[in-house]
């Protein structure tokens, strides 16, 4: 389990956003709004260190919503909307997420999982850049969504895996209609075993985040898949996706590069540098 520190300084905390691509608030007892308003100031901050413009709230939740059901006991690794891999129009894009448990909120049980993409797709040799994109495309053209026109957008760490190795095991949401995004496993130990065998053990890199009532979760939604282990009740979690609305599709292919520079060991700040020039995420 993680040790986080608690009551860290704002720069500390931004810093720790900036480089690690996560920062775990503790011992705050924040209210939402207050969790939210830390959020927005740490990811304002980031952004002026990256030299970007700054985000709006793409997306608020409260999960599950406080008149549905408790949630199954487990999330698949993903990216909050998804990634860009095939740019066709303009999509609303999240560049970081913040998770926030109520002060009060009792008897909570489900941990979040961070996995950094970096150093879980060092563990293989990968593809060059082209023919990774070309197996992106190619994928997304049996696999990828019902609505062609959208273009393929990815929000699955074990498709965009399974992508990139070239290989077709999972039911495809192209040919399945009915088939829900999300519900390609049924456990971690199942998850953790398809990852491994395409080569890589999430157990070697993934951040386990007890998130208790009160603190806050930021983590950087393009550098980190998330999930769950455990289960939510009505209520239980505030999320928070910032971002930009309707990325136009050369902003789209800036973003896709920037995450698939950790398929040749750069990290995102690095894929900034060799592509030049601001972006908007």
């Known amino acids: 389990m993680f040790d986080a520190r608690?009551?860290?300084?704002?720069?500390?905390?931004?810093?720790?956003?900036?480089?690690?691509?996560f920062v775990w608030v503790r011992g705050r007892l924040l209210e939402s709004a207050d969790a939210c308003r830390l959020a927005r100031k740490l990811i304002d901050a980031c952004c002026d260190v990256e030299s970007l413009p700054a985000l709006e709230v793409v997306g608020s939740f409260v999960l599950p919503p406080r008149d549905g059901l408790e949630s199954r006991d487990f999330q698949t690794l993903h990216f909050d909307f998804g990634l860009p891999l095939h740019p066709a129009s303009g999509v609303d894009v999240g560049r970081f997420t913040a998770l926030h448990i109520p002060f009060g909120f009792k008897a909570v049980s489900a941990v979040t999982r961070l996995v950094p993409l970096a150093p879980l797709l060092a563990?293989?040799?990968?593809?060059?850049?082209?023919?990774?994109?070309?197996r992106l495309v190619a994928y997304g053209e049996t696999h990828g969504a019902w609505d062609s026109t959208q273009g393929y957008v990815e929000g699955s760490l074990a498709r965009l895996v399974e992508a990139a190795a070239g290989s077709r095991r999972l039911t495809s949401v192209?040919?399945?209609p009915g088939f829900l995004c999300g519900t390609e496993f049924d456990s971690a130990l199942s998850e953790a075993r398809f990852?491994?065998?395409?080569?890589?053990?999430?157990?070697?890199?993934?951040?386990?985040?007890?998130?208790?009532?009160?603190?806050?979760?930021?983590?950087?939604?393009?550098a980190l898949a998330h999930g769950r282990r455990?289960?939510?009740?009505?209520?239980?979690?505030?999320?928070?996706?910032?971002?930009?609305?309707?990325?136009?599709?050369?902003?789209?292919?800036?973003?896709?590069?920037?995450?698939?520079?950790?398929?040749?060991?750069?990290?995102?700040?690095?894929?900034?540098?060799?592509?030049g020039g601001a972006s908007v995420l």
């Open 6 to 21: 608690e009551n860290a300084g704002v720069d500390e905390l931004v810093r720790d956003l900036a480089e690690r691509g």
């Open 123 to 134: 563990q293989r040799a990968w593809p060059g850049r082209a023919e990774l994109i070309d």
């Open 174 to 176: 192209r040919t399945e």
């Open 195 to 222: 990852l491994g065998q395409h080569g890589l053990r999430v157990d070697a890199v993934e951040v386990d985040v007890a998130l208790s009532p009160g603190e806050l979760l930021v983590f950087d939604n393009l």
């Open 230 to 275: 455990g289960s939510r009740r009505p209520g239980e979690l505030h999320q928070w996706v910032f971002g930009a609305k309707a990325v136009g599709l050369s902003e789209q292919r800036r973003i896709r590069d920037r995450v698939l520079a950790a398929f040749d060991g750069a990290d995102g700040l690095d894929a900034e540098r060799v592509l």
